[in-house]
């Protein structure tokens, strides 16, 4: 079955057979289902969009009583303390998370999952979980097993180099 990267890769070849294209046929289809996902991801999160979903996500994650300090927020998320600021005021806005002082910092604060916080992150997770199933429909419980651990194993050393 071809897709639109196969006819980008043998355009390719046919005009510079002196190159190997293999990176370009792998990486181009991950930025096209990344591309999918993003689609699929705006519909899951609606309101929330992707940073408010990452923020609720990382409170959900850190289990009862769903709180984390800003800096904390800021190592889940890969953000600047500006962005991270930025995404509390508007996630506060919503009424899904509550700041207060941290008890045992004075100078700190933390931040806490609203129980609206927990409704609206649990089913976008739910509908993008949904979702996802979707996009991956045409493999095999082995094959997403096989394709999440070759992913690991790029993803892996890029990571560790941030």
Do not use: C
């Amino acid at each position: 079955m071809a897709d639109e990267v196969d006819r980008l890769v043998q355009d390719w070849i046919r005009e510079r057979p002196d190159l190997d294209f293999s990176p370009l046929e792998v990486l181009s289809r991950i930025t096209r289902i990344s591309r999918h996902l993003d689609i699929a991801r705006r519909k899951a999160f609606g309101e929330l969009d992707t940073s408010g979903f990452d923020v609720l996500a990382a409170l959900r994650r850190a289990g009862a009583p769903y709180q984390l300090s800003p800096g904390q927020l800021i190592q889940e998320t890969m953000v600047t303390s500006g962005t991270m600021t930025n995404r509390l005021d508007r996630l506060e806005e919503l009424n899904l998370i509550t700041r207060k002082a941290d008890p045992q910092d004075g100078r700190g604060s933390l931040v806490t999952l609203t129980k609206s916080g927990m409704r609206a992150v649990d089913t976008a997770m739910e509908d993008l979980l949904t979702r996802e199933r979707e996009i991956l429909q045409s493999l095999s419980k082995a094959d997403l097993a096989h394709v999440a651990k070759a992913l690991s194993e790029i993803v892996s050393p890029l990571d560790k180099n941030l």
